[in-house]
């Protein structure tokens, strides 16, 4: 395995860690803005752009891990930095509530996508012997975002 390779999994695995952690508290930090930006918008239907995301993460992430060892990491962790990068633009461009809801869907999705693929490559691009360091070092990323992320 080439150095180079090495690196970009890793960089790679810390930076999906990342987002995916990040995604999962972004909405409690901006709550009272969405309620605010969008008036008369029941409290019901703002609780779903708080849980959806978890939902659909939690209902997607072993079919999506299975889905990465059927057509591949790569392909799988491919696609899921592309339904982010178009679900995080959809919500952040929001006209409505509902708009927002269903790029949180895609968001969630393709953390599902990205968790499994990302460590999957990771763990392909080391050797055996680096396996428990690079496996301790990407159960470190989600949480270190949890704590330097957005905070209310």
């Not at 970009?8 to 952690?21: E, M, R, T």
């Not at 008369?40 to 239907?45: A, F, I, P």
């Not at 990068?85 to 269903?102: C, E, F, K, R």
């Amino acid at each position: 395995m080439s150095s180079t390779r090495t690196s970009l999994a890793w960089i790679s695995s810390a930076l999906s860690a990342l987002v995916v952690s990040i995604n999962l508290t972004v909405m409690s930090v901006a709550f009272d803005s969405l309620r605010r930006d969008f008036p008369g918008t029941e409290l019901s239907v703002m609780g779903w752009v708080l849980s959806i995301y978890t939902i659909v993460f939690g209902a997607l992430l072993v079919p999506a891990g299975r889905l990465a060892d059927y057509l591949g990491r790569r392909t799988i962790f491919l696609w899921g930095l592309g339904i982010m990068s178009v679900s995080s633009t959809l919500a952040g461009l929001a006209p409505s509530v509902w708009v927002i809801i269903v790029g949180r869907v895609g968001q969630g999705a393709a953390a599902a996508c990205l968790v499994p693929s990302t460590l999957g490559l990771l763990l392909e691009a080391v050797p055996t012997d680096q396996r428990v360091t690079v496996t301790a070092f990407y159960s470190t990323s989600a949480p270190t975002a949890a704590f330097v992320g957005p905070v209310n």
